[in-house]
C-alpha cells in the first residue's frame, strides 16, 4: 500500500522560504512522476510542480523562478524549495504519486 508522508510546512512571513518534503513507501519511487498540489480556501486544487521519474520538471506559471522541485531515489522523498514566499501562495501542500496517490496535506501559511 502506497503511503506518502508531507511535512515541512508552517507559518512564515512574505518573502521567506520553506522546504517541504514528502516521504514515500509502498511502491518503487524511482519510476514515479512524483508533484505538488497545493489547495487554498474556497479554490480548486492546483499542480504547483512535477518531477518526472527522469527529473525534468514543470512548474505553475505563479511559482516559476521561486519554487524548485527536487528527488531523491535513494531516500524516496520529493521536496519542495519555495522561495520569495507570497500571501497567495498560502494553501495546502499535498505531495502525490503517479497521478493517483495523495499524502495528507501540510498548511503553508504567508504571513504579510
Known amino acids: 500500500q502506497v503511503q506518502l508522508v508531507e511535512s515541512g510546512g508552517g507559518l512564515v512571513q512574505a518573502g521567506g522560504s520553506l522546504r517541504l518534503s514528502c516521504a514515500a513507501s509502498g511502491t518503487i519511487f524511482s519510476i514515479n512522476p512524483m508533484a505538488w498540489y497545493r489547495q487554498a480556501p474556497g479554490k480548486q486544487r492546483e499542480l504547483v510542480a512535477i518531477i518526472s521519474s527522469l527529473g525534468s520538471t514543470n512548474y505553475a506559471d505563479s511559482v516559476k523562478g521561486r519554487f524548485t522541485i527536487s528527488r531523491d531515489n535513494t531516500n524516496n522523498t520529493v521536496y519542495l524549495q519555495m522561495n520569495s514566499l507570497k500571501p497567495e501562495d498560502t494553501a495546502v501542500y499535498y505531495c502525490?504519486?503517479?497521478?493517483?496517490?495523495w499524502g495528507q496535506g501540510t498548511q503553508v501559511t504567508v504571513s504579510l
Open positions: 502525490n504519486l503517479n497521478y493517483v496517490n
